[in-house]
């Protein structure tokens, strides 16, 4: 079996030890290359070359981020590298294998790894040898692949805040995330002015809308160890989730978040639209708004088309 990990020599929990021991323990597995991220977006182009490549398997050793470049790397690696054209069947692409390396890792642990790199690295080894795969749906955003999370509106400018601190050279914390959300949540427009609405083929519009949370499984992510699930009904194996508030009120926001806290998440109320497994949908916006996909900010949109991609991927887990 032919495989190449990539590295993201950022990546927050991982040492230089800690990859040579990786790198050693998939050589006893597969033929394998190495090949290390120097800027983002070339995690697109290594896994992109890897698919055209005929290459088995990819192994991501990063966060979050570095997986979602890999995937989309995948999922475009034909002649125009366009999401539109028509994709080849999960059988005809290399499968992912996801060591967690980041700060959060959800995608890992939502498919069932174990959070510290070490023993994701043992059960994905152990799945290699008795050949254990998934085949995990995926979101698309336009012509962008996502594979746990999508937001338009407060969750987005939240992961704005966070990356333009750790740019400054802050640690990404839990502690750091809340305090973004409170300055978010007291200085945000979504707040005042709700401005999105959703709009599905062949039903109702719902209208103004102050933030919209897009699940492709669940949960949405974590705070330590705890699970945050807006949607605990999502999954890899249907459609996407939607949470979306229609105000950002202290009781009903605070309300959803503890619900969603809870080890028996169910969050309901006046304020909260919830809709589960769909095919399809648009997000159009009156004013730009912050978007994110699996945890990266990408600037602000107006609309933004979503679409379910049953079958998409195989996975290592």
């Not at 125009?80 to 059988?91: F, K, V």
């Not at 209208?207 to 160890?225: F, H, R, S």
């Not at 939607?242 to 959803?256: E, F």
């Not at 969603?260 to 909260?272: E, F, N, T």
Request: charged share 25%; aromatic share 4%.
């Amino acid at each position: 079996m032919r495989a190449i990990l990539v590295v993201n020599p950022k990546a927050t929990t991982t040492t230089g030890r800690g990859r040579d021991v990786l790198v050693r323990a998939l050589r006893s597995e597969v033929d394998l290359t190495v090949a290390y991220t120097r800027r983002r977006g070339h995690a697109v182009a290594l896994a992109r070359e890897a698919a055209r490549q005929d290459v088995d398997l990819v192994v991501t050793l990063g966060g979050d981020g570095t997986v979602n470049e890999v995937v989309n790397g995948l999922m475009t690696a034909g002649p125009s590298n366009s999401a539109a054209d028509d994709r080849p069947p999960a059988e005809e692409l290399p499968a992912l294998a996801a060591v967690p390396g980041g700060s959060t890792n959800v995608f890992a642990r939502a498919l069932g790894l174990p959070r510290e790199w070490p023993e994701a690295a043992s059960m994905i080894l152990e799945a290699l040898r008795v050949g254990r795969v998934r085949t995990i749906g995926l979101g698309l955003a336009d012509d962008r692949y996502f594979t746990f999370c999508a937001g338009l509106g407060m969750d987005a400018a939240v992961i704005h805040r966070v990356e333009r601190a750790r740019h400054r050279g802050r640690v990404s914390t839990p502690s750091l995330y809340l305090r973004s959300i409170v300055s978010q949540f007291l200085i945000g427009a979504e707040r005042r002015h709700p401005a999105i609405r959703l709009e599905q083929p062949g039903e109702i519009t719902e209208g103004e809308l102050a933030t919209v949370i897009i699940q492709n499984t669940a949960p949405w992510t974590y705070v330590g160890d705890r699970e945050v699930n807006p949607n605990p009904d999502a999954s890899f194996d249907l459609g996407l989730d939607v949470l979306a508030l229609r105000r950002l009120r202290v009781p009903s926001t605070t309300r959803m978040v503890t619900q969603s806290l809870s080890r028996r998440p169910d969050p309901r109320g006046r304020q909260i639209l919830r809709l589960h497994d769909l095919e399809e949908f648009t997000l159009v916006a009156e004013q730009p708004q912050a978007f994110q996909l699996d945890g990266d900010y990408l600037g602000e949109r107006n609309k933004v088309r979503f679409t379910s991609v049953a079958a998409a991927l195989r996975v290592i887990c």
